[in-house]
C-alpha cells in the first residue's frame, strides 16, 4: 500500500502556491503565496473564516484545480504543471475525497457506491471490509435513501478509503450532520488514520475539532495565519465542546 | 417586461438547444399535417374546379357499336341529364424519335359542337376544324414526354391504315387526369398518349359513321344512380354494353380518390404521434427546470408571488415553444408541400394545380401544438402550485432507488455497476424510459416504411416481367383475327417465339356478385405469359375451367372447384357454366385466364386470336420495330422494356422524395428525443457525475454512465421500431391497395439495417453532442452545493 512505501516522509511541499478567480478589478486572491509540507501519517485540521481560502487549498490539494502561480510537488511530481487526464489519474490513485453533503450516488447501494471505487482504483480493499472499518458492516445492502445522515457520510469515509489512497482529503465532513453524529464520523476518521497512516487533511469551522489533529493550520486571506502543533492527539471522545 | 419575463428570456437562453429539439419535433408533426390537409384541399379544390368547367360526366359505359339514334333513347331515361356519345379506338403509333411503336387512345369529339361532356381544355395551338381528315389534339402529358407542338405531325394506324396526323392543339382532359394505359398502375406517358379526332374522320376511318362506342352522361338533379344504371345497362346490352360505372369507379378519378384517402391517413396519425412525443419532451424539459428551480420558486413565493403568476411563468415557457415550432411547422409543411404539388404533376393532369395552403390545418395545428404543450406542461406546473414555499426551501429528499427487476430475478452478478445504476434510474422513471423507446421506435419505424414500398414495387415489376410476362413485346390486334395472323407475326423480322392470345369481355357472376372483365386465353403451357400460383410454380391451363387471380376470387366468393356463370359480353353472347380450376398469385391488376382452344370453343367463332406475345432477337429489335410499325391491323404494341423503365423512373422519383421526407422526420425525431433526454439526465445527475469525475472516472467514463440509460432504450427501441416499422407498413398496405396494384409486404435486411444505422447514428451524434457538456462541469461548485 502506497502508505506503507513511504513512511513518514514528506508527501506534499508546497511553495509559493497561488490562485486568483477572476481578472483586473473583480481578482480575487483566494490563495496568495502559501509555503507548506505535509507529511505522511499526519491528520492536519485546516482552520479559518469563510473565505479565508482554505477550501482552496484543499481543491488544489486534491487536483480538482490549478494554481495560478507556485509550486506544489507531490512526491517529486509537480501538480501545478499537470493536464487534465493526469490529474485524473491523480485523482483515482492518490486522492481519498470526502465532502460535507456526502455526494453518494443515489442509485447504488452502500456496498455498490464503495465498489465503484474499486472498479477503477489499482489495489482497492474489498468494499465489505472498507465499511466494516466504518462500523457499517450491516447496512451494506441499502441505498442512500434509507441511511442517516451519519451513515450516508461513513459510506463516503468507507468509498474515500476503499482504494487506499495517500491522501484523505475531507471538506467540512461534519458540516450538516449534529454533533452526536458528527464525532462518530470524526473517530472513524482519526481512526483510519491511526490505522492506515494515511495523510489526512480536514477542513472545519469548529477550532474544537483541532485538539484531535497532530498540526493545526489556520489560514486567512489566502495566507497560512498559524501553525500549531499539537503535543499529543486527543482521541475524539475527549473533545469538549 | 416584468421580472418574471427578463427571467424567462435568460432561462430560454439558457436552454434554447432543447428548445429547439421539442420544437423540431412538434414542427414535424405540424409540416405534416399543414403538407397533407393543403394537398387534400388543392386536389379536391382543383378536381371541382376542374370537373365543372370541363362537365365531367357522371357515369360511363364502353360498348362495342351503337347507332348514334341509340342516345336519344339514353337521354330519355328518367334521372338522366346530358349525354354525350363517342368513339374511342386503340391505335399504333409512329413518333418521331422514338423507337418502338407507341400506343394512342383516340377519342372522337363532335364536329361542328362543343362536347356537352368531357371537354378537352386547349393548353396550346387550336381545337379541330369540323371533319378535319388529319387533324389531331394530343394530351399535354404526351406532348411533354415527347416535345410535340402543334404543327408536329405524329405517323399512325388507323384501321390498317397508315395516316399522317398533324397536332393542331395540346389539351387537358377531366377523363384523363391520370393518364395510364388501361389496366395499368403506372403512368407511362413515352409510350401510352391520349388524342381526340373529328367523330367523322375517326368514324370513317373505323367504319363506325353513324355510330359510338363509349358513352358517359350526367344524373339530373336529385337523381339516385342505381334505377339510370340499370336502365341504361339494359339499353346497352344488345350493343356490347360492357356495364355502366360511375364516377367513383371512373379509373381516372380512383387515383385522385386512392391519393387523397392515404394523404387523410397520414393527416391524422402521423401529427397525433409527433405531438404526443413532443408533449412528452415538453414536460420532460419544463419538469426537470422546475426542479431546478425549487428553490427560486419558493422564494418568489416566500415574497408573495401569487402562485399563478408563477404558474404562468412556465407556461409561458411552453407558449414560446409551441410559437417556434409552429413557425417551423408551418414553413415546413408549405415548403413540402410545394415539393409534393410538383410532384403530383407526375402523375395527375390539372390545369392549374397549385399548393393551396388550408387555413383550417394552420388553426387545427396552433391548437394541437398548444393542446400538446399544455398537456406537456400542466403536469409540471400543478407542481409548482402544490408547493409549499417553506417545502420548497429544504433541498429534496434523497430519490427513492431499490434493485432493478433484472437483478431481483438474480442477475446481478452479471452487471457492472454502471449498468445497474442505469437500469436502476430507468426502473424508477418508467414513463420517461417508455416514451424515449417509443420515441426511438417511432423514428426507426418509419424509416422502414417508405423502403418497404420501394422494394414491395421492384418485387412486384420483377415478378410481374420476369416471371409472369417474359415476352419481349406483345402486339394486340384491332378485332380478333385468324391463325394466319399468328403466322404473320412468326415472320416478323427477328421473331424467335411468338405465342397467341385471345382475350373475351365477359361478365362473371356467382349468385348476387358479378364482375365484367377480360377471359385471357393463353395456350395451355405457354413459356411466355405464364400464370403462376403462390409457390411461383405455372399453372398449366386446363381445357375445361377458369383459372382467377385470387383477388378476384375473393371478390367473387369463389374457391377450386366452385361452378360460377360466365357470360360473354361479345360474339354471340354466349352464356355457359365452369368451374374454377384454379387461382393465380398475381399483383397488377385481376385476371381470368383460360385455355386458348377450350375459350375459343366456347365463344364458337373458330380459331380467333387477339394479338401474340413475342420474344424478339435483340439483333434484329431495330428491323423488329420498323415493321411492326408499318403493320396494318394492330391496335397496340407494348414492349416490356420501356415499360419497366418508365415505371421505375416514375417510382424511383416518387418513392425518392417520399423517402426524404421520411428520412428528415425520423432523424429530427432521433436526434431530439436523444439530445432531449441526455441533457435532462445531465442536468439531474450533474452531482453525480461530478462526483464520479472527482473520485477519478475521467470524462469518457462518465460521458460512458450518462449514456448508458440511452444505449439500453435504443437497444430496446431499434426492435421494437423495425417491427412497428412493418407492423405500419402492412396496414397503410391494406388501406392503398387497390385491385390496379396490390403491393406485398417486402421487408428485407438491407431495409432494416438502414433505418437502424439511420437513427443509430442520429443518435450517436445527439448524445455525443449532449456529452459535451459535461466538460463544462464545474466540478468545485457542484460538490459545494446542496442537491
Redesign the interface.
Known sequence: MPHEAHPDTTVFKVRGLSKIYGTGHAAVHALDGVDLDLNSHELVVLLGASGSGK?TLL?LL?G??TPTAGEMIFRGWNLAGADE?AL??Y???V?G?V???Y??????TAR?NV???T???RDPMDPAEALALVGLQDRMDH???QLSGGEQQRVAIA?AIAKCPEVLLC?EPTGALDLRTGLTVLEVLQRINRELGTLTAVITHNAVIADMADRVLTLSDGRIQSQTTNASRRPVGELIW | MTLLDRKLLRDLRSLKSQIIAVSLVMACGLAMMIMTRSLIRSLETERARYYASQHFGDLFASLKRAPDSLADRIRAVPGVGAVETSIRMLVTLDIPGLAEPATGQINSLPDRRTPELNRPLLRAGRLLAPAARDEILVSEAFADAHHLLPGDTVAALLNGRKLDLRVVGIVLSPEFVFEAPPGSALPDNKTFGVFWMSAEALGQAFSLDGAFNTVSLTLSPGAASGPVIAAIDRLLTPYGGRGVYERADHPSNVRVDDEIRVLKGLSFGFPLVFLSVAAFMTNAVIGRQIALQREQIAILKAFGFPSSAIGMHFVKFACVIVLLGTLLGVTGGVLLGHKLVIMYHLFFRFPSLDFILARGALLAAVLASSVAALIGVLGAVRRVLRLAPADAMRPEPPANFRPALAERLGLARVFSVSLRMALRNLERKPWQAILTCVALALATGILVIPNSFRDGINHVLDFQWDVLQRQTVTVSLQEPGSPRALADFRALPGVVLAEPFRNVAVELINGTRSRRLGIRGLTADGTLQRVIDANQRQIPLPTNGLVLSRALADGLGLKIGDPLQVHALEGRRIKTTLVVAGLADDFAGVAAYMELDALNRLMREGDRISGASMTVSSGKWPEFLKAIKATPATAGVGIKASARASFRDTTAQSIGLIQTIYLVFATTVAFGIVYNSARISLSERTRELATLRVLGFSRRDVGAVLVSELVILAAVALPLGLLLGSALAAAILTTVNTETVRLPLVLTLSNYAFAVLVVTVATTVSAILACRKLNELDLVAVLKARD
Request: hydrophobic share 40%.
Open positions: 477550501s481543491n486534491g480538482l484545480d487526464s485524473t489519474r485523482r483515482r490513485d486522492v475525497f465532502f460535507q453533503f455526494n453518494l450516488i443515489p442509485s447504488l455498490e465498489g465503484l471505487i472498479e477503477i482504483a441505498f442512500p435513501a468509498r471538506d
